[in-house]
């Protein structure tokens, strides 16, 4: 066997990579080479070990389970702390409304009293316009042309309003 091939298989025998019976194949050959092959083979060794050991990453922690009911609660509690700040923030500005109201316009009266009716005087009605003839379909043109003629015969009213500054004038 060259040193070439000697010198491969002695370094895949230290990172692991050959059988059992190459392996003891490679023994003797590294025996019959003398001492310094045995010296290589064992400083690939410690190389590899060396380097398996710096590559080792320890075993990881395992995390602790997610807190969701926890996270979901503290959710309830904030949603209801806000609508509780809402609504005393809606209430305090209804206090001090009402209490500005008051403070500026003063009590109100409440036992004012209600004045009593003027003398009611009795008008006689108006002449009734004829009754237009019964009909008995509401949206007839019969029906609207008998209202029609029954507003025309009541006498009109006359106002008179000479400027938009003053009351108009009814009747005369």
Same mark, same amino acid.
Do not use: C, H
């Given at each position: 066997?060259?040193?070439?091939?000697?010198?491969?298989?002695?370094?895949?025998?230290?990172?692991?990579?050959?059988?059992?019976?190459?392996?003891?194949?490679?023994?003797?050959?590294?025996?019959?080479?003398?001492?310094? @092959?045995?010296?290589?083979?064992? +400083?690939?060794?410690?190389? /590899?070990? #060396?380097?398996? !050991? *710096?590559? %080792?990453?320890?075993?990881?922690?395992?995390?602790?389970?997610?807190?969701?009911?926890?996270?979901?609660?503290?959710?309830?509690?904030?949603?209801?702390?806000?609508?509780?700040?809402?609504?005393?923030?809606?209430?305090?500005?209804?206090?001090?409304?009402?209490?500005?109201?008051?403070?500026?316009?003063?009590?109100?009266?409440?036992? @004012?009293?209600?004045?009593?009716? +003027?003398?009611?005087?009795? /008008?006689? #009605?108006?002449? !009734? *316009?004829? %009754?237009?003839?019964?009909?008995?379909?509401?949206?007839?043109?019969?029906?609207?042309?008998?209202?029609?003629?029954?507003?025309?015969?009541?006498?009109?009213?006359?106002?008179?309003?000479?400027?938009?500054?003053?009351?108009?004038?009814?009747?005369?």
């Amino acid at each position: 066997m060259n040193p070439e091939t000697l010198e491969r298989l002695m370094l895949d025998d230290s990172l692991g990579a050959l059988a059992d019976d190459i392996r003891a194949l490679l023994i003797e050959r590294i025996a019959a080479a003398g001492s310094p @092959a045995v010296l290589r083979s064992a +400083a690939y060794q410690r190389t /590899v070990e #060396a380097a398996r !050991a *710096a590559l %080792a990453q320890p075993e990881r922690a395992a995390l602790p389970p997610f807190p969701a009911a926890r996270l979901r609660r503290e959710t309830m509690v904030l949603r209801r702390r806000r609508t509780v700040g809402r609504i005393a923030a809606l209430a305090a500005s209804l206090v001090l409304g009402l209490g500005l109201g008051y403070l500026v316009f003063g009590r109100p009266d409440v036992t @004012a009293s209600v004045p009593a009716p +003027a003398a009611v005087t009795q /008008v006689a #009605a108006p002449d !009734a *316009a004829p %009754a237009p003839e019964a009909v008995t379909e509401f949206w007839s043109s019969r029906r609207l042309a008998a209202r029609a003629m029954a507003a025309q015969s009541q006498t009109p009213v006359k106002v008179t309003w000479i400027s938009p500054v003053q009351q108009p004038r009814i009747g005369g």
